[in-house]
T-cell receptor, first 112, second 115 residues
Framework: DAKTTQPNSMESNEEEPVHLPCNHSTISGTDYIHWYRQLPSQGPEYVIH???SNVNNRMASLAIAEDRKSSTLILHRATLRDAAVYYCILRVRNQGAQKLVFGQGTRLTINP | DGGITQSPKYLFRKEGQNVTLSCEQNLNHDAMYWYRQDPGQGLRLIYYSQIVNDFQKGDIAEGYSVSREKKESFPLTVTSAQKNPTAFYLC??????????????FGDGTRLSIL
C-alpha cells in the first residue's frame, strides 16, 4: 500500500492560516489524495480530495506538488472548531476494492 | 437529513460473548465499510461490501463477521474469537466502490469494551 507521512502534531493560532503537510513519495498515477479530519469520539469527516490540480472548497484548499509526491492542506482562517486529527490518505485500489489506508495523522491544536 | 447511524454508542461485552454492532445508512450508497480504531491510532479496515449479498475481508477480519442483506444495513458481529475486541468501531459508506475519487461518509462510532 502506498503510504503517507505527516507530522504528529501542529499548533496554530485562531484566525491564522494553517498549512498541514503530507508526503506520499510512493503515490501511483491513479491514486487520489484525500484529507479527512476527526474530532474526539467522532467518526472522520471528509475535508477535500484531489488528483493532480489544486482544489478549493468551503472547508479548505488542497495544494498538490507538481510531482504529486507531497501535498498541503490549507485552512485559510483557523477556528477553534478546526482542532482535530487530520488524516492524509491515498485512495488505493486493491483487488477492485476502494480502500482508505489511515496513518496516525496530524493532531492540530488551535490556540485562542 | 441523510447519514449513517451506528448503535449503540457504547457497548460492553463479557468474555466469550458475541456482540453485534448496527450500521444503517439512508444515503442510498452501494458500498459500506467497517473500520476499527485503537487509541491514538488510525483506522484499520475490517470488512467491506460493494453490493447487497456480497462482502470482502479487509486487513483485520479475523474474529469478525458481517452480513449485507439490505442495501441500507451492514451489521458487524464481534465474535468470541476476537481476542482483543476493545476498540472504537466505525462504519462508513460511499456512492460507488470503484470510484476512488468519491469520499466515504462515516457514522459516529460504537465504543466496545470488555467487562
Amino acid at each position: 500500500d502506498a503510504k503517507t507521512t505527516q507530522p504528529n502534531s501542529m499548533e496554530s493560532n485562531e484566525e491564522e492560516p494553517v498549512h498541514l503537510p503530507c508526503n506520499h513519495s510512493t503515490i501511483s498515477g491513479t491514486d487520489y489524495i484525500h484529507w479527512y479530519r476527526q474530532l474526539p469520539s467522532q467518526g472522520p469527516e471528509y475535508v477535500i480530495h484531489g488528483l493532480t490540480s489544486n482544489v478549493n472548497n468551503r472547508m479548505a484548499s488542497l495544494a498538490i506538488a507538481e510531482d504529486r509526491k507531497s501535498s498541503t492542506l490549507i485552512l485559510h482562517r483557523a477556528t477553534l472548531r478546526d482542532a482535530a486529527v487530520y488524516y492524509c490518505i491515498l485512495r488505493v485500489r486493491n483487488q477492485g476494492a476502494q480502500k482508505l489506508v489511515f496513518g496516525q495523522g496530524t493532531r492540530l491544536t488551535i490556540n485562542p | 437529513d441523510g447519514g449513517i447511524t451506528q448503535s449503540p454508542k457504547y457497548l460492553f461485552r463479557k468474555e466469550g460473548q458475541n456482540v453485534t454492532l448496527s450500521c444503517e445508512q439512508n444515503l442510498n450508497h452501494d458500498a459500506m465499510y467497517w473500520y476499527r480504531q485503537d487509541p491514538g491510532q488510525g483506522l484499520r479496515l475490517i470488512y467491506y461490501s460493494q453490493i447487497v449479498n456480497d462482502f470482502q475481508k479487509g486487513d483485520i477480519a479475523e474474529g469478525y463477521s458481517v452480513s449485507r442483506e439490505k442495501k441500507e444495513s451492514f451489521p458487524l458481529t464481534v465474535t468470541s474469537a476476537q481476542k482483543n475486541p476493545t476498540a472504537f468501531y466505525l462504519c462508513a459508506s460511499s456512492t460507488s466502490w470503484g470510484r476512488a475519487g468519491q469520499p466515504q461518509h462515516f457514522g459516529d462510532g460504537t465504543r466496545l469494551s470488555i467487562l
